[in-house]
């Protein structure tokens, strides 16, 4: 929608009344007599009612109007007849001034408004350049230039695709939808399409995806991906430097905004404020919002209610940590699309051993690569091993490994080389698996690392340790209170009492 003028000027032959000052009430009714005349009453109940007179200093009459868009389809629509009613009820020099009620706020913040015309407001030669011909494509959010869909930066990395986003049953609802959306934009059910997941589950690759696919196959439509960082700095630094008006200009021309890891809006009022009116315009004039979030909206701390509401207009999908299955795909891929065949035991190694996220896989398989392609070694289960002992570090706790295998032979009388060794016997083994369910529980390591630890085992002999040690607890009584005995050994060497 293009901006009209903010200011009505009337230049008007007759006058009606000569006024003094007529109280702002008596000249808005007269306003809408003429008004009546012209407009049919659906719309005039729409777009006239809900007006209310604020004040009248003699030329200027003041209207309040609900909503920026509420102001933007008047003067889309009805300057004409605005202008008449005016110049017919005010005279000659009469002119209109709104007054926007941005935010209807709350008991504790007092309603937030906005003047037209004002210091910071549309001027016309802006105006002109926001329907101009699209030379003024920086990304730039303080200033009324027209973007052009061509060249407007839209902040998207060009390597994140469907194509390369691996689909498996942790994402694939997440994925369709994304589909649906980069197919019809704005015109689907999914709006806003609210994407949430764990850190590098997939959401942002995936928003980018969406993004990518539009810009590829709707040129013509204006994509928008910004992180809450850019969203809330762009904002503030607005705010210092009284630009509000060209920020919200920017953003109210964009056909998808995509807002990623909006939970951390969280407390920031004034900010979520601008996102929430930036939402509402986007939202009522059919354009595409997407956002990313660490948790389901229900979830979502420190949101306005009326924010959080929004939220859920649309779709709300999960993503998961990918299984193994789509991990190992995931592997193939990206080494695939980077020229290099990695053999499918050190994939399959990598799949089981890096279970952190796949932040940590990229990390991994990233330094992989610089070992392939610039230092000419072969990838194998070796270098893989190396690698990972490099990337996914044991965080530093006063409970390794080593103190968890020593306390706990002690504890069941069995020496360290035999809770490493290969031998079958139950009094051995219970041990041994006790200490890899401590493992677990107070390191960091992958479970692939701590069979490493325990005579070379692999990740499914410690999921079964895992699950015979909590078996056993609820069965046994005397296992269980070892197990307890020796949480509170462990405990309290964590807290160094
Ligand atoms: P998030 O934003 O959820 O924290 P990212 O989108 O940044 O996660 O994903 C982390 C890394 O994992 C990225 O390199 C991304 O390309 C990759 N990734 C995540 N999910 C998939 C998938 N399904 N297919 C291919 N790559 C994926
Ligand atoms: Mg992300």
């Not at 589950?201 to 928008?224: D, M, R, Y």
């Amino acid at each position: 929608m293009s901006p009209a003028s903010k200011k009505i000027e009337a230049f008007s032959s007759t006058r009606k009344l000569k006024i003094m000052v007529v109280d702002c009430a008596t000249v808005w009714s007269d306003c809408l007599e003429v008004i009546r005349k012209e407009v049919d009453d659906q719309n005039f109940n729409t777009w006239f009612k809900p007006i209310n007179p604020l004040k009248n200093d003699g030329d200027v009459l003041t209207i309040q109007v609900p909503s920026q868009f509420f102001y933007e389809w008047l003067e889309e629509h009805y300057v004409p007849v605005l202008k008449r009613a005016i110049h017919e009820v005010l005279g000659p020099e009469g002119r209109l001034e709104y007054s926007v009620i941005v935010d209807s706020g709350n008991q504790k913040n007092p309603p937030l408004m906005v003047n037209y015309p004002n210091g910071n407001g549309l001027k016309r030669n802006h105006l002109q350049a926001m329907n101009g011909n699209g030379m003024h494509e920086d990304y730039s959010p303080f200033s009324f230039k027209a973007l052009n869909p061509q060249t407007v930066n839209s902040r998207l990395n060009p390597s994140y695709t469907f194509g390369n986003f691996v689909e498996g049953d942790c994402n694939r609802l997440a994925r369709s939808a994304g589909v649906a959306v980069a197919k019809k934009p704005g015109t689907t059910s999914f709006n806003p399409l609210m994407l949430y997941g764990g850190v590098g589950v997939g959401k942002t690759h995936l928003v980018q995806a969406i993004g990518n696919e539009i810009k590829k196959n709707l040129p013509e439509k204006i994509v928008l991906y910004v992180d809450q960082n850019d969203f809330t700095s762009q904002f503030l630094n607005a705010l210092q430097n009284h630009k509000i008006q060209e920020f919200q200009n920017y953003y109210l021309q964009v056909d998808l905004l995509i807002l990623d890891d909006v939970q951390f809006l969280a407390g920031r009022e004034k900010t979520q404020e601008m996102f929430f009116h930036i939402f509402n315009q986007l939202h009522q004039s059919g354009k595409q919002i997407i956002m990313t979030s660490d948790c389901p909206p229900r979830d979502l701390k420190g949101f306005q209610e009326r924010l959080l509401s929004r939220f859920k207009w649309g779709l709300t999908a999960d993503l998961q940590e990918p299984d193994f299955e789509t991990k190992l795909a995931i592997i193939h891929n990206k080494m695939q699309s980077d020229g290099i065949e990695i053999p499918t035991e050190v994939a399959e190694y990598l799949a089981y051993s890096v279970d952190t996220n796949l932040r940590d896989m990229e990390g991994v398989l990233n330094s992989l690569l610089f070992h392939a392609t610039l230092l000419k070694k072969e990838i194998d289960l070796e270098l893989a091993k190396e690698v990972l002992k490099n990337i996914v570090k044991e965080i530093q706790s006063d409970v390794s490994v080593d103190f968890i295998q020593k306390t706990v032979a002690d504890y069941f009388k069995v020496s360290l080389e035999q809770m490493k060794s290969k031998v079958k016997k139950r009094e051995i083994v219970i041990p041994r698996q006790v200490a890899m369910y401590f493992c677990k529980r107070y390191t960091q390591l992958t479970l692939a690392l701590i069979g490493g630890n325990f005579g070379g085992r692999d990740h499914s002999t410690v999921i079964h340790a895992l699950e015979s040690v909590e078996d056993m607890m609820k069965t046994d009584a005397n296992f269980k209170n070892s197990v307890e005995d020796l949480t509170k050994k462990f405990k309290s060497r964590m807290t160094g009492s």
